[in-house]
């Protein structure tokens, strides 16, 4: 703690990516805790905090909110918003890599669902539009994102740039079973040690009810894996190089330990080792603590569109078997990819999302 206390007080720059996700009281702690570290009462202790991030894309996630809360608890709801200097960034360099002009018109028919001008019906709601390509069930939507998939599962780079997107975890983990029981091998199931730290509510909570519960952002208490299989890491290990977020593929399983490839970033291609750990939910809603010992891993063939904000993919799916129900969910979803021969979309209701997506409030975000 020390250590990393020493290395705050000296530096000059901070760069926080991906901003518009954090709560605005991330940003005041972070305030209130350099400004005592430097011992200086300027914004930030007169360091330089460089935000980088979109309001068009998903905001701060608050269980059971309103708009209105979504709102209030994004950054530029903060007293320190004064103080920032807005600098807007204008070329899609996504597009400029490319080089051509479908996807100029896939960047620039993005931008019209960020800004909220796409055409609604009379209901509301947004029906189907040729932004991507459209197809007829689950197992089609499969075979556009893992074309091939048995002959290059074990190809790390073909792994790695492509994932399909849902808006709700309960259509995540459904479409993770079917791609898992087709991915060839031994499937190895590790349990859980589901516990309560408070030793006089332990009678209230059976292991067998612990071992139900599957709040975001844990593992689920059987966790089944198979080698070549991708998977997320679920919280920070060693900083920046195993981080939330990080994508591997299952290299050797044993009892107490995962061999691992990461799939991504600069450390692409490096083997690591997953302990298990004890993990602890956050944010859930759920009214009592308990500790799960797990390995801080989920199965990365698919995740929500929340938790793919911050990657880049080659090609992507958008399972849509209910429209999507926040606030720039279905821009993320849809910015993954610079193509739009490389995105494609399963909606069966033919609704990609509804009005809550674009209310007043939000909108007031973005300007």
């Known amino acids: 703690m020390q250590h990393h206390q020493k290395l705050r007080s000296r530096r000059h720059l901070i760069v926080w990516d991906e901003c518009t996700m954090a709560h605005k009281r991330a940003l005041e702690a972070l305030d209130t805790a350099l400004k005592d570290i430097r011992g200086c009462h300027a914004p930030m202790g007169d360091v330089t905090l460089l935000l980088s991030g979109d309001f068009r894309q998903t905001l701060p996630v608050i269980p059971k909110d ?90 790390h780079n073909w792994l790695c740039e492509r994932a399909i997107l849902a808006p709700k975890n309960v259509a995540v983990t ?7 029981h087709s991915l060839p091998g031994n499937l190895q199931a590790y349990k859980s ?14 292991p067998e009810f612990l071992n ?32 939330n977020g990080t994508r591997f593929g299952i290299k050797k399983m044993m009892s107490h330990v995962i061999e691992a490839t990461i799939l991504s970033g600069c450390e692409k291609g490096d083997d690591v080792f997953i302990p298990r750990i004890p993990l602890t939910p ?14 801080p ?12 904000q911050g990657h880049t993919l080659s090609v992507a799916g958008l ?15 849809s910015s993954r990819v610079g193509r739009k021969t ?26």
């Open 66 to 155: 309103t708009r209105a809360d979504e709102v209030q608890a994004c950054l530029k709801s903060s007293t320190l918003w004064y103080h920032v200097t807005i600098l807007s960034l204008n070329t899609n360099m996504s597009a400029q890599l490319h080089g051509d002009q479908m996807s100029k018109k896939f960047a620039q028919d993005i931008l019209t669902i960020g800004d909220g001008k796409v055409p609604l019906d009379a209901a509301g709601e947004m029906e189907v539009w040729p932004f991507c390509s459209v197809v007829n069930s689950v197992d089609d939507l499969k075979h556009k994102v893992f074309s091939n998939f048995k002959e290059n599962y074990l190809n």
């Open 174 to 180: 459904k479409i993770k079973q079917h791609l898992m």
């Open 193 to 206: 040690v589901d516990t309560v730290p408070d030793t006089n509510e332990v009678v209230n909570y059976p």
């Open 212 to 243: 139900s519960l599957e709040p975001p952002g844990l593992p689920p208490h059987i966790l089944s894996l198979k080698v070549g299989m991708p998977v997320m890491l679920l919280r920070n290990l060693e900083p920046p190089r195993l981080c």
């Open 282 to 295: 956050s944010g859930a809603d759920i009214p009592f603590t308990f500790r799960r010992l797990q390995f």
């Open 297 to 308: 891993l989920r199965v990365s063939f698919a995740m929500s569109i929340n938790k793919s």
């Open 319 to 333: 399972l849509l078997e209910e429209p999507c129900l926040s606030y720039g969910q279905l821009y993320v979803g």
């Open 342 to 367: 490389n995105l494609f979309a399963y909606a069966p209701q033919g609704i990609l999302f509804t009005t809550r997506c674009y209310n007043d409030n939000s909108k007031k975000v973005c300007t």
